[in-house]
């Protein structure tokens, strides 16, 4: 149910609120009423969704979201899928008037087995089945609770960077990171660090050259898509395959350049490539000279396959990782070349200058494999009392590199989230006996799941939280209602409703609004006592009669039982009902008709005494 408040203004613009020739003023007039809309709908209420019951053969409650729907047919199914396409699926059917609804799924439940169900009223004409869902488990033993254990349950839970895939295993994501590259040749197009600099996600940590006339490689971790280093923790170049000096400044510290003037350092080149892991990503930049004859080309290049062999060369190799723009390198020009080694899901990149004067980017978009995911289940709760979590799960791999934890997050009256535990990947079993449920009566669990040598995640199977729960009653109509839409005013206002504990625990003495508003759209409160206490499968049968000259016109009556979560419950939505009704006043002026000694008395007439 959804309530709203519509607000009407008449002359809103207050043209009418003006002096007129007699000097009165027209008030504006200004109403707001609340409006309430229902979803034509029922929804699961017992067993909770999640929710772990210790009882073989428990019944399931539904609600419908209005009380005062008309009698109509409901289905409910249930089975061991989400998909509810196996030959387990039971179907039921049941035609009723507004409030609760009890199906009999008459089995015997399987002990540590995920059931589904939903229910819908069966659509005619052309509209659809509406369908609300809820899963539990039956366990045999003395715990209640919460339970996530089966894949479409965990499907529920919130992910960041993991997911399930379609067999129901845990996998990372990928994480995009971004490449911006500038080149040109110096001095003309370009002359500060920054115009010859890679931007990584961001930042900016590869600035500019060392060597010059040269090439420029930058290698980015295919997981991490951390840039590989080139001096020691101490500043001091390491000179990695015959690559030149790295360490002129600190933003060269992850290049690897090599000089392209002679044919030992080209063969360097080569080989540094051949030595690239495969899926790791590559920018090569040139850094030429801008006078033509200080460069050699790539007709020298090529012509380095008399030593080598066919085919095998730097041009070559550049040639073979994708670079097309290649043999445009016959006269001073900038040019970027972006790469992915030995993988086909990357298409190259590259740029090249038209001269010695214009500045090249380049952009590029990386998918990288993730590590790291996070997992969050749904809110549990409330809970009367917390007893214990349990989580458990499998590594891929016999000799295992998951890093997992479970957080214990603890929920408050104003949804906010305080980490109350951690559990480490050993710890699978923690007493939460000592959370006060006043101070978090919700909880939920997070699983922070890390591996980033193999890049399979460690596997939840399930995660539970034992508690007691609060209980859960609900509006029952059609085990007891009684209410008028017009009445003649004096006509006694007879008012009955029941109200129903549908779940295994007790409430307590149980509180009851009730009030009407007018038809001057003010509020008035009908007192009523607590209520017996409502123990398991119990109904309170409210009877209230109202003097209706009191309320003439039309009027809203406001139901509530349990009103501001006066004791805590699992729902509310199905506590409470709003009903117009119409108080019809006298529209006659009546007729007095007196006689004396057989005459009419008229107004006014004076009679006298014989």
Request: aromatic letters at 12%; hydrophobic letters at 35%; glycine letters at 6%.
């Amino acid at each position: 149910i959804d309530v709203s408040r519509a607000t009407v203004i008449a002359d809103a613009l207050n043209v009418r609120n003006q002096p007129s020739a007699s000097g009165l003023r027209i008030a504006s007039l200004q109403r707001g009423e609340e409006v309430f809309i229902y979803e034509d709908e029922a929804r699961t209420v017992y067993p909770y969704n999640y929710a772990i019951i210790n009882k073989a053969n428990e019944k399931l409650v539904a609600s419908t979201a209005d009380p005062f729907s008309p009698t109509k047919q409901y289905v409910l199914e249930m089975d061991t899928t989400a998909l509810f396409n196996s030959p387990l699926k039971i179907t039921k059917t049941q035609t009723s008037g507004g409030g609760l609804l009890e199906f009999d799924p008459e089995i015997t439940y399987v002990d540590k087995r995920v059931y589904y169900w939903r229910i819908s009223p069966v659509p005619t004409g052309n509209d659809t089945y509406r369908w609300n869902m809820s899963s539990f488990v039956y366990m045999n033993g003395p715990y209640e609770g919460f339970n996530q254990s089966h894949r479409y349950q965990h499907a529920d839970s919130k992910t960041q960077r993991i997911n399930l895939d379609a067999s129901g295993n845990w996998v990372y994501g990928t994480r995009e990171n971004h490449l911006f590259i500038r080149n040109g040749v110096y001095p003309y197009a370009g002359s500060q660090d920054q115009d010859f600099s890679i931007d990584v996600n961001g930042s900016r940590p590869i600035e500019s050259a060392c060597v010059g006339t040269s090439l420029i490689f930058n290698v980015f971790d295919s997981i991490t898509f951390k840039p590989w280093i080139n001096v020691d923790g101490s500043g001091n170049n390491l000179y990695l395959s015959g690559s030149g000096s790295a360490n002129c400044a600190p933003s060269r510290n992850r290049n690897f350049e090599f000089t392209y003037m002679t044919k030992e350092s080209r063969k360097y080149m080569m080989n540094f490539m051949d030595s690239i892991p495969n899926g790791s990503f590559v920018v090569v930049r040139n850094i030429p000279q801008a006078d033509s004859l200080s460069n050699l080309y790539i007709d020298t290049w090529k012509s380095d396959t008399a030593d080598y062999g066919s085919y095998n060369s730097l041009y070559h190799r550049l040639l073979a990782a994708g670079f097309t723009q290649i043999d445009s390198f016959y006269r001073p020009r900038a040019f970027i070349f972006v790469y992915k080694k030995g993988n086909t899901d990357f298409v190259p990149k590259s740029v090249v200058s038209d001269g010695i004067l214009d500045r090249v980017t380049l952009s590029a978009e990386c998918i990288t494999p993730d590590t790291l995911g996070y997992i969050t289940s749904p809110v549990f709760g409330p809970a009367k009392s917390w007893n214990q979590v349990i989580w458990n799960g499998k590594s891929v791999e016999t000799l295992s590199n998951d890093d997992e934890i479970v957080d214990v997050i603890g929920v408050d009256n104003s949804n906010n989230e305080t980490v109350l535990f951690t559990l480490d990947r050993n710890t699978h079993n923690l007493d939460i006996s000592s959370v006060d449920p006043a101070a978090y009566p919700m909880m939920k669990l997070r699983m922070r799941n890390a591996d980033s040598v193999t890049l399979s995640p460690y596997q939840l199977t399930d995660w539970k939280i034992y508690y007691e729960p609060e209980p859960e009653g609900a509006l029952a109509p059609n085990l007891l209602k009684s209410v008028k839409d017009t009445l003649e005013i004096g006509e006694p206002f007879k008012f009955e409703m029941a109200f129903k504990n549908v779940s295994p625990h007790p409430f307590d003495s149980m509180a009851v609004k009730l009030q009407i508003l007018d038809k001057n759209n003010v509020a008035q409160p009908i007192v009523i006592a607590r209520q017996k206490p409502l123990v398991s499968g119990d109904t309170i049968a409210l009877r209230v009669n109202i003097d209706s000259k009191l309320f003439s016109d039309a009027n809203t009556l406001y139901l509530e039982f349990n009103p501001n979560n006066d004791q805590p419950e699992q729902y509310h939505y199905n506590n409470f009902l709003y009903k117009n009704f119409y108080v019809k006043t006298d529209r006659t002026n009546p007729i007095l008709d007196v006689t004396f000694d057989g005459v009419h008395i008229l107004n006014k007439d004076i009679v006298s005494a014989r």
